[in-house]
Nanobody, 115 residues
Framework: QVQLVESGGGLVQPGGSLRLSCAASGTSISFAPMGWYRQAPGKERELVATITRTSNTNYADSVKGRFTVSRDNAKNTVYLQMNSLKPEDTAVYYC?????????WGQGTQVTVSS
């Protein structure tokens, strides 16, 4: 059974940094594209970043230059380094993995950017 567990969220001041982790179990991430999404209160879930199995990356315009997605296949984990955080980055952050044509999601981790 594929499971994804996000961690690393929390409360941070504007301009601060956080690193989110997404640990997979029940499958190997080595050959799978993965992504980070976020959902703010009252808004739809939106793409933040994706990373292919060959580590090609793609970012939403709103986070380009501030966020970096990476993967460690040996640890079966994907990361999202978030720098220069803004209040509008406040949301629940989710990771996903595409396996055998099915998209699996984690439970999410809350990120709050506030002074």
């Amino acid at each position: 059974q594929v499971q994804l567990v996000e961690s690393g969220g929390g409360l941070v001041q504007p301009g601060g940094s956080l690193r989110l982790s997404c640990a997979a179990s029940g499958t190997s991430i080595s050959f799978a594209p993965m992504g980070w999404y976020r959902q703010a209160p009252g808004k739809e879930r939106e793409l933040v970043a994706t990373i292919t199995r060959t580590s090609n990356t793609n970012y939403a315009d709103s986070v380009k230059g501030r966020f970096t997605v990476s993967r460690d296949n040996a640890k079966n984990t994907v990361y999202l380094q978030m720098n220069s955080l803004k209040p509008e980055d406040t949301a629940v952050y989710y990771c996903n993995i595409l396996q055998n044509g099915y998209l699996f999601w984690g439970q999410g981790t809350q990120v709050t950017v506030s002074s």
